[in-house]
């Protein structure tokens, strides 16, 4: 399960005392916090936690700097499948949502790094390193060869150059690129998942519609 369980969640409480608010976000780990009233099923918003970080440690420092700066909740029903919430959460452009009941009642929340590594952690379990999604597209271990890749999509990528997929997209880039970026790559569009150590480790060829 991605969701951070109800119980579970980090959240500001409006109706606490302003000093033992400031005190919260010093040591808060996370970067946005949803922001309610007594409990989280009256979210009002949530914080980007960097928005109000320059002003915790001052003297002035009020509830206000807080609604001000909330962004609107974003709520996702429950049941909702992994690959489903990831294509709500990039068709709305959200990074963090609460997962509600048929009630409203918050049951959990679940973040874009949640969801991400959540496909990324099925798909290294499941195998293989190619696997067609529901939708048309592709999730795809950068490591495999372009040849193989081909093979299983019957597509016509370059073959003379770099010799797997991770080395045609930093070929195509001249970088390594950002988890979230797409790229139109000889024709396909390409989102990257997952790159670490100066390397692509997943990404997502999405249907050209």
Partial sequence: DVMTQRNDIVGIDLE???????????????????VYKKHIDRVIGFLHIRSVLSSINEPSFHKQFITENLIKPFFIPANTSIHKQMQIFKAEKQRIGLVVDEYG???????LDDLLQAIVGELIAEEP????????SYLVDASVTVRELNR??????????????NGLIIEYMETIPDPGVSIKLHGHVVEIIQCDDNTVRMVCFHPDH
């Fill in 152 to 165: 299983v999509t019957h597509w016509d990528l370059p073959t003379e150059g770099p010799k797997t997929l």
């Fill in 105 to 111: 009642d918050v049951q959990g929340l679940v973040t």
């Fill in 16 to 34: 606490d005392d302003i000093e033992d608010i400031a005190e919260q976000l010093r040591h808060n780990p996370h970067t946005r916090l949803p």
């Fill in 129 to 136: 390193d190619i696997k067609k999604q529901s939708d048309g």
